[in-house]
C-alpha cells in the first residue's frame, strides 16, 4: 500500500481503478521455409517512464524489436534488424528471471552456426545513446553510442550437459562531450570487454546444477 493508502492497483485511494503494466503487440509473419518476420510494439505505464498514467491511456509506444530470419549457405542462420542480446537466457541461465549481464536491445546483425555438438553466434551490432549512468552513476551520465561486437561459443554433448565460452565488446564512437572536464573525446574511456565462462548439467529433468562467471575489462 502507499502513503495515500492506495496499491498498484488502486492507487489514489480509487476502488474501483487499476492500472496496467505494459501492453505489447507482436506480429509475426512466415515468408518462406527459411525465413520469418516479427516485430514487437510496446507501450508501458508511468513505471516506464515513459509519462503515461497506466489507466487506458497510450501516450507513447515503441517498436521494441523488428527483424527478419533467414539462412545463408552453409547453412548459417542470419538475422538483420533490431533483437536484443541475451545469452544467459538463451541458455537457460537466468537467476530471478533476469540477466546478469546482456539483456538489452541492439541494432544490427546476428550470424549462427551448428557443427554437431558445437554451435556458436556472432553479433555486430549498435548502441546508441545506451544509459551508462548503470556503469558509472547518476551523476556521471553521458549521451554515448557505441558498437557492439560479441562472440558465443557451446559445446553440448548430451542434453544433460553444456558448456561455452562468451564475449561481448563495447566500443563508444568516441563523441564524448569535449568540454566535460570529467571526460575527454575519443579517450575509450566507456570502451568495455565483458567475458564469461558457463556450465550446465541436469541430475534429472527438474534438478541442475548451472554456473556463470564473469570478468571485464574496463578501458
Known amino acids: 500500500?502507499?502513503?495515500?493508502?492506495?496499491?498498484?492497483?488502486?492507487?489514489?485511494?480509487?476502488?474501483?481503478?487499476?492500472?496496467k503494466s505494459r501492453f505489447r503487440l507482436y506480429l509475426q509473419k512466415q515468408i518462406s521455409e527459411t525465413t520469418s518476420f516479427f516485430g514487437e510494439f510496446r507501450a508501458g505505464s508511468e513505471s516506464a517512464g515513459d509519462g503515461t498514467s497506466g489507466y487506458g491511456d497510450i501516450?507513447?509506444?515503441?517498436?521494441?524489436?523488428?527483424?527478419v530470419d533467414t539462412m545463408l549457405p552453409w547453412e548459417i542462420g542470419f538475422r538483420v534488424g533490431r533483437f536484443v542480446m541475451d545469452f544467459e537466457a538463451d541458455h537457460g541461465l537466468y537467476v530471478d528471471n533476469d540477466a546478469i549481464y546482456g539483456d538489452y536491445r541492439l541494432d544490427g546483425f546476428q550470424f549462427t552456426k551448428n557443427w554437431g555438438s558445437?554451435?556458436?553466434?556472432?553479433?555486430?551490432?549498435r548502441n546508441s545513446a545506451f544509459d551508462d549512468t548503470i556503469l558509472y552513476g547518476a551523476d556521471d551520465y553521458e549521451d554515448v553510442d557505441y558498437m557492439t561486437y560479441a562472440l558465443d561459443l557451446t559445446w553440448q554433448p548430451s542434453e544433460s550437459f553444456f558448456?561455452?565460452?562468451?564475449g561481448v565488446w563495447r566500443q563508444e564512437d568516441g563523441d564524448i562531450d569535449p568540454y566535460n572536464p570529467i571526460k575527454?573525446?575519443?579517450d575509450g574511456a566507456y570502451d568495455m570487454a565483458t567475458y564469461s565462462a558457463y556450465a550446465s548439467y541436469n541430475f534429472t529433468p527438474a534438478i541442475a546444477l548451472q554456473g556463470i562467471y564473469y570478468w571485464q575489462d574496463l578501458d
Open 1 to 19: 500500500p502507499g502513503a495515500n493508502g492506495g496499491t498498484s492497483y488502486t492507487q489514489s485511494g480509487l476502488d474501483n481503478s487499476f492500472q
Open 59 to 67: 501516450d507513447q509506444i515503441n517498436l521494441r524489436t523488428v527483424y
Open 118 to 125: 558445437f554451435s556458436a553466434k556472432a553479433i555486430v551490432g
Open 163 to 166: 558448456v561455452g565460452i562468451n
Open 184 to 186: 575527454t573525446a575519443s
